[in-house]
Protein backbone atom coordinates (compact mmCIF):
# COMPACT_ATOMS: atom_id res chain seq x y z
CA UNK A 1 0.00 0.00 0.00
CA UNK A 2 1.04 3.58 -0.94
CA UNK A 3 2.68 5.86 1.86
CA UNK A 4 -0.16 8.50 2.39
CA UNK A 5 2.90 10.99 3.35
CA UNK A 6 4.73 10.00 0.77
CA UNK A 7 1.78 10.80 -1.69
CA UNK A 8 1.02 14.19 -0.15
CA UNK A 9 4.63 15.03 -0.34
CA UNK A 10 5.01 13.87 -3.73
CA UNK A 11 2.36 15.57 -5.07
CA UNK A 12 3.15 18.85 -3.55
CA UNK A 13 6.32 18.64 -5.01
CA UNK A 14 5.17 18.34 -8.59
CA UNK A 15 3.39 21.32 -7.80
CA UNK A 16 6.08 23.18 -6.88
CA UNK A 17 8.29 22.24 -9.86
CA UNK A 18 5.37 23.27 -12.26
CA UNK A 19 4.95 27.07 -10.72
CA UNK A 20 8.57 27.27 -11.61
CA UNK A 21 7.94 26.95 -15.00
CA UNK A 22 6.54 29.30 -17.77
CA UNK A 23 3.63 27.70 -18.15
CA UNK A 24 1.62 30.32 -21.30
CA UNK A 25 0.15 28.30 -23.78
CA UNK A 26 2.02 24.83 -22.90
CA UNK A 27 1.18 21.69 -24.42
CA UNK A 28 -0.29 19.22 -22.14
CA UNK A 29 -0.72 15.93 -23.04
CA UNK A 30 -3.19 13.10 -21.85
CA UNK A 31 -4.82 9.92 -22.54
CA UNK A 32 -8.48 10.05 -22.50
CA UNK A 33 -10.87 7.32 -23.51
CA UNK A 34 -7.82 5.22 -24.53
CA UNK A 35 -6.64 8.17 -27.32
CA UNK A 36 -3.84 10.40 -26.69
CA UNK A 37 -4.21 14.27 -27.10
CA UNK A 38 -2.34 17.45 -26.94
CA UNK A 39 -4.05 20.06 -25.36
CA UNK A 40 -2.74 23.54 -25.58
CA UNK A 41 -3.19 25.24 -22.02
CA UNK A 42 -2.58 28.46 -20.19
CA UNK A 43 -1.69 28.21 -15.99
CA UNK A 44 -3.66 30.50 -14.49
CA UNK A 45 -3.07 29.94 -10.69
CA UNK A 46 -1.73 27.19 -8.51
CA UNK A 47 -2.76 26.92 -4.99
CA UNK A 48 0.09 27.68 -2.43
CA UNK A 49 -0.67 24.67 -0.63
CA UNK A 50 0.22 22.03 -3.35
CA UNK A 51 -3.38 20.96 -3.94
CA UNK A 52 -4.92 22.60 -6.91
CA UNK A 53 -4.17 23.67 -10.94
CA UNK A 54 -5.94 25.66 -12.40
CA UNK A 55 -5.79 26.19 -16.30
CA UNK A 56 -7.52 28.37 -18.66
CA UNK A 57 -8.41 25.60 -21.79
CA UNK A 58 -7.61 26.61 -25.40
CA UNK A 59 -9.60 25.25 -28.26
CA UNK A 60 -10.93 21.22 -27.32
CA UNK A 61 -14.38 21.94 -27.90
CA UNK A 62 -15.18 17.79 -27.01
CA UNK A 63 -13.35 18.35 -23.45
CA UNK A 64 -14.94 21.59 -22.84
CA UNK A 65 -18.57 20.68 -22.91
CA UNK A 66 -17.47 17.16 -21.07
CA UNK A 67 -16.40 19.68 -18.12
CA UNK A 68 -19.17 21.64 -18.63
CA UNK A 69 -21.85 18.86 -17.77
CA UNK A 70 -20.20 19.18 -14.55
CA UNK A 71 -19.46 15.70 -14.06
CA UNK A 72 -15.31 15.04 -12.63
CA UNK A 73 -13.04 13.15 -14.73
CA UNK A 74 -9.54 11.28 -14.45
CA UNK A 75 -7.44 11.86 -17.07
CA UNK A 76 -3.50 10.63 -16.93
CA UNK A 77 -1.05 12.59 -19.15
CA UNK A 78 2.29 14.36 -19.29
CA UNK A 79 3.13 18.21 -18.65
CA UNK A 80 6.77 19.67 -19.24
CA UNK A 81 8.06 15.92 -18.65
CA UNK A 82 6.11 15.76 -15.38
CA UNK A 83 3.83 12.37 -15.54
CA UNK A 84 0.73 13.02 -13.82
CA UNK A 85 -2.90 11.69 -12.88
CA UNK A 86 -5.70 14.56 -12.25
CA UNK A 87 -9.32 14.82 -11.73
CA UNK A 88 -10.25 17.19 -13.84
CA UNK A 89 -13.57 19.49 -12.78
CA UNK A 90 -15.68 22.20 -14.37
CA UNK A 91 -15.02 25.72 -12.44
CA UNK A 92 -16.82 29.04 -13.84
CA UNK A 93 -18.74 28.34 -17.44
CA UNK A 94 -15.80 30.75 -19.08
CA UNK A 95 -13.60 27.86 -20.62
CA UNK A 96 -12.09 27.89 -17.35
CA UNK A 97 -11.17 24.12 -15.39
CA UNK A 98 -8.90 22.82 -12.73
CA UNK A 99 -7.14 19.64 -11.77
CA UNK A 100 -7.50 18.11 -8.17
CA UNK A 101 -6.18 15.19 -6.72
CA UNK A 102 -2.90 15.22 -8.18
CA UNK A 103 -1.09 12.28 -8.16
CA UNK A 104 2.79 11.50 -9.56
CA UNK A 105 3.12 8.69 -11.34
CA UNK A 106 6.84 7.09 -10.87
CA UNK A 107 9.16 8.49 -13.48
CA UNK A 108 13.20 7.50 -14.43
CA UNK A 109 15.91 8.96 -13.28
CA UNK A 110 16.71 11.42 -16.38
CA UNK A 111 12.98 12.65 -16.18
CA UNK A 112 13.66 13.72 -12.21
CA UNK A 113 16.62 15.08 -13.51
CA UNK A 114 15.16 17.59 -16.04
CA UNK A 115 12.34 18.40 -13.44
CA UNK A 116 14.61 19.27 -10.59
CA UNK A 117 16.76 21.17 -13.04
CA UNK A 118 13.97 23.52 -14.03
CA UNK A 119 12.28 23.66 -10.38
CA UNK A 120 12.33 27.36 -8.94
CA UNK A 121 15.00 28.79 -6.43
CA UNK A 122 13.57 30.26 -3.72
CA UNK A 123 15.52 33.49 -1.98
CA UNK A 124 16.23 32.99 1.66
CA UNK A 125 15.75 35.61 3.97
CA UNK A 126 18.20 34.43 7.15
CA UNK A 127 21.48 35.91 7.68
CA UNK A 128 21.79 33.95 10.28
CA UNK A 129 21.52 30.80 7.93
CA UNK A 130 25.29 29.84 7.72
CA UNK A 131 26.79 26.87 5.38
CA UNK A 132 29.77 25.57 5.49
CA UNK A 133 31.80 24.94 2.44
CA UNK A 134 34.64 22.68 1.76
CA UNK A 135 37.14 21.71 -0.96
CA UNK A 136 40.12 19.65 -0.21
CA UNK A 137 41.92 21.58 2.39
CA UNK A 138 40.32 24.51 2.26
CA UNK A 139 36.63 25.23 3.80
CA UNK A 140 35.21 28.47 5.19
CA UNK A 141 31.53 29.48 6.16
CA UNK A 142 29.09 31.18 4.07
CA UNK A 143 25.10 31.74 4.16
CA UNK A 144 22.96 30.30 2.25
CA UNK A 145 21.19 32.68 -0.66
CA UNK A 146 18.57 30.96 -2.24
CA UNK A 147 18.10 26.92 -3.27
CA UNK A 148 15.95 25.00 -5.29
CA UNK A 149 15.56 21.05 -5.13
CA UNK A 150 18.21 20.81 -7.02
CA UNK A 151 21.23 23.17 -5.55
CA UNK A 152 21.34 25.95 -3.80
CA UNK A 153 23.87 29.28 -4.22
CA UNK A 154 26.15 30.28 -0.95
CA UNK A 155 27.26 33.93 -0.87
CA UNK A 156 31.22 34.02 0.86
CA UNK A 157 33.58 36.81 1.26
CA UNK A 158 35.37 37.26 -2.16
CA UNK A 159 38.72 36.90 -0.72
CA UNK A 160 37.85 33.80 1.06
CA UNK A 161 37.19 32.12 -2.28
CA UNK A 162 39.53 33.75 -5.08
CA UNK A 163 42.26 31.25 -6.54
CA UNK A 164 40.77 28.62 -4.23
CA UNK A 165 37.51 27.08 -5.59
CA UNK A 166 36.12 27.29 -9.45
CA UNK A 167 33.68 25.96 -11.52
CA UNK A 168 33.74 22.02 -11.90
CA UNK A 169 34.84 21.22 -8.08
CA UNK A 170 33.76 18.69 -6.55
CA UNK A 171 32.85 19.90 -3.24
CA UNK A 172 30.68 19.22 0.26
CA UNK A 173 28.46 21.22 1.77
CA UNK A 174 27.65 20.91 5.23
CA UNK A 175 24.33 22.31 7.04
CA UNK A 176 21.68 21.99 10.08
CA UNK A 177 18.41 21.80 8.59
CA UNK A 178 15.93 23.10 11.10
CA UNK A 179 14.30 19.89 11.40
CA UNK A 180 17.66 17.93 11.77
CA UNK A 181 19.46 17.77 15.37
CA UNK A 182 22.86 17.03 13.52
CA UNK A 183 24.83 18.68 10.60
CA UNK A 184 24.03 16.97 7.30
CA UNK A 185 26.74 16.44 4.62
CA UNK A 186 25.93 17.18 1.15
CA UNK A 187 28.04 16.55 -2.22
CA UNK A 188 27.79 19.37 -4.45
CA UNK A 189 29.43 20.38 -7.96
CA UNK A 190 30.54 23.93 -8.29
CA UNK A 191 28.70 25.24 -11.51
CA UNK A 192 29.26 28.52 -11.65
CA UNK A 193 31.27 31.60 -9.03
CA UNK A 194 30.31 35.45 -9.96
CA UNK A 195 32.17 37.43 -7.24
CA UNK A 196 32.08 41.13 -6.92
CA UNK A 197 34.49 43.20 -5.02
CA UNK A 198 33.85 42.03 -1.37
CA UNK A 199 30.80 38.94 -2.53
CA UNK A 200 30.92 35.83 -4.38
CA UNK A 201 28.12 33.89 -5.33
CA UNK A 202 28.18 29.94 -5.87
CA UNK A 203 25.94 28.22 -7.83
CA UNK A 204 26.40 24.34 -6.91
CA UNK A 205 24.30 21.51 -8.29
CA UNK A 206 23.48 18.63 -5.81
CA UNK A 207 25.05 15.15 -5.81
CA UNK A 208 23.67 11.79 -4.85
CA UNK A 209 21.70 12.10 -1.25
CA UNK A 210 20.44 9.23 0.89
CA UNK A 211 16.41 9.26 1.06
CA UNK A 212 16.73 10.82 4.72
CA UNK A 213 18.61 14.01 3.19
CA UNK A 214 16.53 14.28 0.19
CA UNK A 215 13.67 14.38 2.45
CA UNK A 216 15.01 17.13 4.46
CA UNK A 217 15.92 19.38 1.20
CA UNK A 218 12.56 18.74 0.00
CA UNK A 219 10.67 19.56 2.99
CA UNK A 220 12.77 22.60 3.51
CA UNK A 221 12.16 23.90 -0.23
CA UNK A 222 8.54 23.27 0.06
CA UNK A 223 8.08 25.16 3.22
CA UNK A 224 10.38 28.12 1.71
CA UNK A 225 7.76 28.25 -1.62
CA UNK A 226 4.68 28.32 0.59
CA UNK A 227 6.10 31.03 2.86
CA UNK A 228 6.80 32.65 -0.02
CA UNK A 229 3.24 32.28 -1.53
CA UNK A 230 2.23 33.63 1.72
CA UNK A 231 4.39 36.78 1.53
CA UNK A 232 3.04 37.47 -2.10
CA UNK A 233 -0.93 37.08 -1.28
CA UNK A 234 -0.52 39.19 1.30
CA UNK A 235 1.42 42.48 0.13
CA UNK A 236 -1.39 42.38 -2.73
CA UNK A 237 -4.06 42.11 0.01
Known sequence: MENEDF???????????LNGLRLERTRLTVTLEGMEEEWHTTLLKVDPEGDVLYFSLVGVPRID????DGEPF?????????????????????????ASDILRVPVPDELLYMQKRESVRVPIHDPDFDVTLSFGDWRDVGQLADISFSGCRVVMDSSAVD???????????????PEA?????????????????????????????????????????????????????????
Open 7 to 17: RVDSRARVISI
Open 65 to 68: ERLH
Open 74 to 98: QVSGVLRGVPLVMTLRSDVADGRWF
Open 163 to 177: GRLSAGNEATLTWVF
Open 181 to 237: SEAVEIAVRVVHIKASEDEAYIGMMFGKTDLRTQNLIDRYVLEKQRNACRVGRASLA
